[in-house]
């Protein structure tokens, strides 16, 4: 704004002072002009009619013979002139004795004609001081009117501003506190900062999810644990009040390694769980037919089934479906699935594998005929350590189907349940091979999950 202002000011003062130039210099050619048509007797006349003060002009004459005293003109004696460097002379007009007695300056520039008579022709520059005032004092009150302005403007708006941040400090310092469920309050106007304090909501609300399932997880651990180990001790605890027997002691020992190889295989499925929800770096994914895969896996559990009463099925197309995978992950994951139908499906029933695909995506599923899962339960289920209700008398911890999820999501797949008429289809999607190598393409190497 100021050099706005400045830029106007030069302007219009430059263009004041190229007027009066030309003004002057038209007046010189013009007065010159008379005098060659009209000699001396010419240029009194022309002067003097021109230095009428009823004419209102505000341009200066004084015509002087050689001692100087005037012959014509508007200024009563020759003025103390003072050379510029612009090459115009400047004198103060109220030393010449004209009624008006404010010190005016003018401009003017004096040439000596034949016979040693002088001519100063001039301009008072009363007016352009005055415009150039008025300019300045224009210039000056509105630039004084933009700072305020500017000032108040500025000191408003980054009230407003900070204000908003103020209040989301607030909220941290109370969440921080201790006040978990707090949240940043929205203006609704949809603004950046309700845009940055709904992010920093949701991501207090995730933070306070992953919390309570942390919670949740840490509490089912230690009461899964609690349990078998209270057993361990009662059970050892029994043997030692009983009368001695070699006989009794290695009856208990050995239920007691039973127990602890149940604990130890508890502790290493969370292992397996946490590593794979990490993205572990043993997943090496090499290229894998999964219908082959599925038929290995009926193969493996073809006697447990009959065992149990059961009928196996698989079905899968004859030629090779390639996904990308860790074979002895994968086994573990759809191993569970299998175990998980032939353990809770009733003698009688049937168990179903089959591989498909659709172009993209290749589909495992392994479906059965038994109880099956409630629809609102069918999430729950893939938390660690939760089983259902009616499960609770067989044997399983409630991991297997944590494991499955973190390893199929670590193939960059998914894992879902469906109900099947009577009984449950648990499905695994992986993306194919060619597919995948894309999506392997995709991502940082320590982040395929
Ligand atoms: N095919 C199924 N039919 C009915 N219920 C099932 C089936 N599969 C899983 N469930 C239910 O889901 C729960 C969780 O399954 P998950 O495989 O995670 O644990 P688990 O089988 O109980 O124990 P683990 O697999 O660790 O030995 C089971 O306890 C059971 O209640
Ligand atoms: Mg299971």
């Not at 408003?156 to 900070?162: D, G, H, I, P």
């Not at 949740?216 to 030692?240: F, W």
């Amino acid at each position: 704004m100021l050099a706005m202002l400045a830029l106007i000011y030069w302007q219009t003062v430059i263009y004041g002072t190229r007027q009066t130039d030309e003004t002057i210099d038209a007046e010189i050619t013009g007065l010159a002009e008379q005098y060659r048509q009209r000699g001396l007797a010419g240029l009194v006349a022309v002067i003097n009619e021109r230095s009428n003060p009823e004419r209102g002009s505000s341009m200066l004459y004084l015509l002087t013979d050689q001692r100087q005293h005037p012959l014509a003109g508007n200024l009563s004696r020759w003025p103390d002139l003072e050379v510029q460097a612009d090459g115009w002379m400047r004198f103060r007009l109220s030393d010449d004795g004209r009624r008006d007695s404010s010190p005016h300056i003018a401009q003017a520039t004096s040439f000596v004609l034949a016979g040693g008579v002088q001519l100063l022709v001039g301009r008072d520059l009363a007016e352009n001081t005055a415009f150039r005032n008025r300019i300045v004092t224009a210039l000056v009150s509105s630039g004084a009117l933009m700072l305020l302005l500017g000032l108040v403007g500025g000191i408003v708006l980054s009230r407003r501003a900070l204000a908003r941040i103020e209040t989301i400090n607030r909220t941290g310092d109370l969440i921080m506190a201790g006040e978990f469920s707090r949240r940043i309050p929205l203006k609704g106007s949809g603004d950046e900062f309700d845009r940055l304090a709904q992010n920093l909501n949701a991501m207090l609300d995730q933070i306070e999810r992953l919390m309570a399932g942390m919670r949740q997880v840490t509490d089912n651990i230690a009461h899964d644990l609690r349990s078998p180990l209270g057993r361990l001790r009662s059970r050892i605890e029994m043997a030692l009040i009983e009368e001695p027997s070699t006989e009794r002691y290695r009856d208990v020992l050995q239920q007691t390694i039973g127990e602890a190889d149940q604990l130890l295989a508890t502790f290493t499925a969370l292992l397996d769980i946490a590593e794979a929800e990490a993205g572990s770096p043993r997943a090496k994914l090499v290229p894998l037919d999964l219908a082959a895969f599925a038929r290995d896996l009926a193969d493996l559990y073809e006697p447990v089934a009959e065992e149990k009463g059961l009928a196996l099925k698989i079905e899968t197309a004859a030629q090779p479906i390639e996904v990308r995978g860790d074979r002895h992950m994968l086994s573990r994951a759809v191993a569970n699935l299998v175990e998980n139908a032939l353990k809770y499906t009733p003698t009688g029933g049937t168990v179903r594998i089959s591989v498909t695909t659709d172009g993209t995506m290749a589909r495992l599923a392994v479906a059965d005929d038994g109880p099956g899962i409630p629809p609102d339960e069918r999430e729950r289920v893939f938390d660690r350590f939760y089983r259902l209700e009616a499960s609770r008398t067989t044997e399983g911890n409630g991991l297997g189907l944590s494991l499955a999820r973190a390893v199929v999501r670590l193939h960059g797949g998914t894992i879902t349940l469906g109900g099947n008429g009577p009984g449950l289809v648990a499905t695994v999607s992986l993306p194919l091979a060619a597919t995948a190598e894309q999506f392997e393409r995709s991502m940082p190497v320590n982040n395929r999950r």
